[in-house]
């Protein structure tokens, strides 16, 4: 008998990676204030899925991108509690992105969702 743990591994992985920046921008575009890494991991943890939890050091990568992309902006904040921080904020250019990658989501989810229940045409 094969073992199919490997191909779903490899599978979560792939779906993460396309996945990860289009959640970071929809948290950010839900916060009224800039959030810093780990309030969004926390953020992220809310959801339970596990795709999404336990993965903070992987959303900095992330975040640098959306950044260096001009969809975020940040700024570092001294803390009281340790090291500086690095605070996120979602920018207009980064909504408009937020609103065509949530419809190109939604298209998908649809079309994948179909095919898998049979509901071709």
């Not at 992987?58 to 904040?77: C, F, I, K, T, W």
């Not at 998908?108 to 969702?113: E, G, I, L, N």
């Amino acid at each position: 008998m094969v073992e199919t743990e490997p191909h779903l591994k490899k599978f979560q992985k792939e779906l993460s990676a396309g996945t990860v920046s289009l959640v970071l921008l929809a948290v950010l575009g839900q916060s009224t204030d800039a959030l810093y890494g780990y309030q969004i991991a926390k953020r992220l943890e809310q959801t339970g899925d596990p795709l999404l939890v336990g993965k903070q050091s992987a959303l900095y990568p992330v975040l640098r991108n959306l950044s260096a992309a001009g969809l975020a902006e940040s700024h570092v904040e001294p803390s009281v509690s340790g090291p500086p921080r690095r605070y996120y904020r979602i920018t207009e250019l980064g909504r408009q992105a937020l609103a065509e990658w949530a419809d190109t989501w939604r298209t998908t989810r649809h079309s994948v969702d179909s095919v898998l229940e049979g509901n071709l045409r």
